[in-house]
């Protein structure tokens, strides 16, 4: 059994872009459908829809490239861990590579991007890093 869901299924994205697939089969959960959710609405993948298969669901992830070819993730990076949690305050959440990346934070509020956060004024804890 997994015990984190969200770790395993950045990587999973992270090794499908290194083969260059088309797409990537994770493991459900609402934070990680959250996350997908953040990635999709920033640009770093196509799209993903909910599957079920034998009683227990999945996701499906469209990948997304550029015109050359090369994914438009260049780093995937779990921030916070089951061992270690990182939480941030709404003050420390700034932004991340000079605007190029994105904080996927959880908040009271939902999963959002660090923008977002900042500008709800709630802070919580840092699910992963992309850019």
């Known amino acids: 059994?997994?015990?984190?869901?969200?770790?395993?299924?950045?990587?999973?994205?992270?090794?499908?872009?290194?083969r260059k697939l088309e797409t990537a089969k994770l493991l459900?959960?609402?934070?990680?459908e959250a996350t997908l959710n953040v990635l999709a609405q920033k640009g770093?993948?196509?799209?993903?829809?909910?599957v079920e298969e034998d009683n227990k669901?999945?996701?499906?992830v469209v990948l997304?490239?550029?015109e050359y070819g090369k994914s438009v993730i260049n780093e995937l990076k779990r921030v916070s861990t089951p061992g270690r949690r990182v939480y941030q305050g709404k003050d420390d959440i700034?932004?991340?590579k000079n605007g190029y990346g994105t904080i996927v934070v959880s908040t009271?509020?939902?999963?959002?991007?660090?923008?977002?956060a900042h500008k709800a004024g709630v802070g919580g804890e840092i699910i992963c890093t992309v850019w």
């Not at 059994?1 to 290194?18: P, Q, S, W, Y």
């Not at 770093?44 to 909910?50: A, D, H, L, R």
């Open 94 to 96: 700034k932004r991340f």
């Open 57 to 60: 669901k999945f996701i499906n």
């Open 1 to 18: 059994m997994l015990n984190d869901l969200i770790a395993d299924g950045l990587t999973r994205i992270r090794n499908a872009a290194m």
């Open 44 to 50: 770093y993948i196509e799209s993903f829809n909910v």
């Open 64 to 66: 997304k490239y550029d």
């Open 28 to 32: 459900h959960s609402k934070v990680v």
């Open 108 to 116: 009271s509020k939902g999963v959002m991007s660090g923008i977002e």
